[in-house]
């Protein structure tokens, strides 16, 4: 079946450091894959997608793109902030199946200190 | 902005108890979901409902679990006779259509079974 596998955290990073979370994925088809972000208190909240290999998503300053060769979908901030830290979650949609039925990393803590 | 709704944020029970996790999906939304997350592991898919019925549920969603919408406002996940392993964090999620792609999650209910 379809699994996702991501960094296992936690990370631990200075603010203005260079950030990446790795990401792969096992799925048949053509997945659409996705990054959550939950902050402290909060809910999931979509950070980006990319529906089809080569794809970039992209959003605050945050970036990933489906690499279908390697079956990755690494995130990758170039200079992180205190308010990044969150935990983010890897996730994938296969469009041989349910439209809505995501399947999701464990997740990966990230805490960014000043 | 809309957000989706969760409540208790916390519940301990003892075990074989029955537990409702309520949730308030987003006003205009047409789908619903829940997944969960035990401590240390994936967020996994339970069940996701349309127009009054469940549109596909996990192995996991066995005969234990019931959802319900019992006003057109509120979304409720059941757990009847609760068990160790049903521990864990509980998101409720909804989207406008099934194409959209974004899920939209509440903050999450954490059941605790002693």
């Known amino acids: 079946g379809d699994s996702v596998t991501q960094m296992e955290g936690p990370v631990t990073l200075s603010e203005e450091a260079f950030l990446t979370i790795n990401c792969t994925y096992t799925?048949?088809?053509?997945?659409?894959l996705f990054w959550y972000v939950q902050y402290p208190g909060e809910g999931l909240q979509l950070l980006l997608k990319a529906t089809k290999a080569d794809d970039k998503g992209s959003n605050k300053g945050f970036e990933a793109t489906y690499r279908k060769e390697t079956t990755s979908f690494h995130l990758e901030k170039g200079s992180v902030q205190v308010s990044d830290s969150a935990v983010y979650f890897c996730a994938l949609r296969n469009s041989g199946g349910s439209n809505y039925k995501l399947t999701f990393g464990k997740g990966t803590l990230l805490t960014v200190n000043p | 902005e809309p957000e989706v709704t969760q409540t208790p944020s916390h519940q301990v029970t003892q075990m074989g108890q029955e537990v409702i996790l309520r949730c308030v999906p987003i006003?205009?939304?047409?789908?619903f979901y829940w997944y969960r997350q035990i401590l240390g592991q994936k967020v996994e898919f339970l069940v996701s409902?349309?127009?009054?019925?469940?549109?596909?549920k996990s192995e996991i969603f066995d005969d234990q679990f019931s959802v319900e919408r019992p006003d057109g406002s509120n979304f409720t996940l059941k757990i009847r006779s609760t068990k160790l392993e049903d521990s864990a964090m509980y998101f409720c999620?909804?989207?406008?259509?099934?194409?959209?792609?974004?899920?939209?999650f509440g903050e999450g209910s954490r059941l605790t079974v002693l």
């Open positions: 409902f349309y127009n009054n019925e469940i549109s596909e």
């Open positions: 799925a048949t088809g053509y997945p659409s």
């Open positions: 999620a909804s989207s406008e259509w099934e194409e959209a792609g974004e899920l939209f």
């Open positions: 006003s205009n939304h047409l789908y």
